[in-house]
């Protein structure tokens, strides 16, 4: 059973808007945040939006700081990252993770589970 399940992307132009969801299947375990990930061609993964599931406490990268929304639907175990004002720069794959702990910074974790990713083009 795969443990996290992405859906939403797609190609918009810039300035526009999309929803990526992710659904955590029973099998996760014991996590304490979900978080959103993404990687560009040539470059590392990185953390952008991270959710620490007892207290609501979410974490921003700064390059999304203002334009991106991470949410979490506990009813049907979905993980959401509504992403406005998108630039051509957030294009890359995103993933969904969960683990135990992550920094405010997002830049050191423990991460349990990813998912397949989900691919997010913005155009010029």
């Known amino acids: 059973q795969v443990p996290l399940v992405e859906s939403g992307g797609g190609s918009v132009q810039a300035g526009g808007s999309l929803r990526l969801s992710c659904v955590a299947s029973t099998y996760t375990e014991n996590i304490v945040f979900m978080a959103w990930f993404r990687q560009a061609p040539g470059t590392e993964r990185e953390g952008i939006a991270a959710?620490?599931?007892?207290?609501?406490?979410?974490y921003y990268a700064d390059s999304v700081k203002g334009r991106f929304t991470i949410s979490r639907d506990n009813a049907n175990n979905t993980l959401y990252l509504q992403m406005n004002s998108l630039k051509p720069e957030d294009t890359a794959t995103y993933y969904c993770a969960a683990g135990k702990y992550i920094t405010y910074d997002l830049r050191r974790h423990q991460v349990n589970y990813w998912g397949q990713g989900t691919q997010v083009t913005v155009s010029s």
């Open positions: 959710l620490y599931l007892g207290s609501g406490t979410t």
